[in-house]
Every structure is written in C-alpha cells, then in structure tokens.
Nanobody
Framework: QVQLMESGGGSVQPGGSLRLSCAASGSTLDYYAIAWFRQTPGKEREGVSCINNNNGQTYYAESVTGRVTISTDNAKTTVYLQMDSLKPEATAVYYC???????????????????????WGKGTPVPVSS
C-alpha cells in the first residue's frame, strides 16, 4: 500500500513562494489521484488542489486558482504543489492524500471531500507571516 511523506514546508513571507513535495513509497502513483489539503486548528481539512494521474486532469480550489500549480514527476513517485504570491491566510498544515478507486477520486478531486478512503501523509507546516 502506498505511503506518503510531505516536505518543503517552512516559514515564508507574504508574497513569497514555496514548493511542497509529496513523495510516495510502497507504490508508484500511476493509478492514483493525489490531493493537497490544508488545515488550521479548530477547522476542517480544506481542499487546495488535486491531480488524477490516470488522465493528468488537475483541479484547483477557487481560493488558490492562479497562484498554485500541481504536478507529478515523470517517474510518478512525487507530486509537487508550487505556491506563489502566498497570503497570510494560507498559513496551515498541508497534507497530501491518495486515492485509487474511481468513485473516491471523484469525491476527493472534483468535490474536495475528505473521504474515509484517502491515505494521508503526516503533513508539513506552512506559516506565512512577515
């Protein structure tokens, strides 16, 4: 079963950029969809972006469209989240999650629903402040 590990988080000033990585072990990501969600204390996990490696389709939350880019490496072992023009409200712990089944992909990517079938990493913190 796939295991995920996030990296690349860290302090950044407003307006700055950061690239997060989600590295897979135990399996390649050829037939998975990978999503990035973020969470702040006391709030539900919120979808940011998703990529379906079965067909390359990408999805973005309205709040980040134009400032975030999701991509997968050629080996299909790592998914990246490039974040530009960061705002203080982007401060959160960022998690990547993976699903395999078609119905779960639709829920996670098209609807950014946190469904039980998502396999999550441990998260990486992104504090945005001056």
């Amino acid at each position: 079963q796939v295991q995920l590990m996030e990296s690349g988080g860290g302090s950044v000033q407003p307006g700055g950029s950061l690239r997060l990585s989600c590295a897979a072990s135990g399996s390649t990501l050829d037939y998975y969809a990978i999503a990035w969600f973020r969470q702040t204390p006391g709030k539900e996990r919120e979808g940011v972006s998703c990529i379906n490696n079965n067909n390359g389709q990408t999805y973005y939350a309205e709040s980040v469209t134009g400032r975030v880019t999701i991509s997968t490496d050629n080996a299909k072992t790592t998914v990246y989240l490039q974040m530009d023009s960061l705002k203080p409200e982007a401060t959160a712990v960022y998690y990547c999650g993976a699903v395999h089944a078609a119905l779960s992909i639709k829920d996670m990517c098209a609807r950014f629903r946190n469904v039980d079938t998502i396999k999550w990493g441990k998260g990486t913190p992104v504090p945005v402040s001056s």
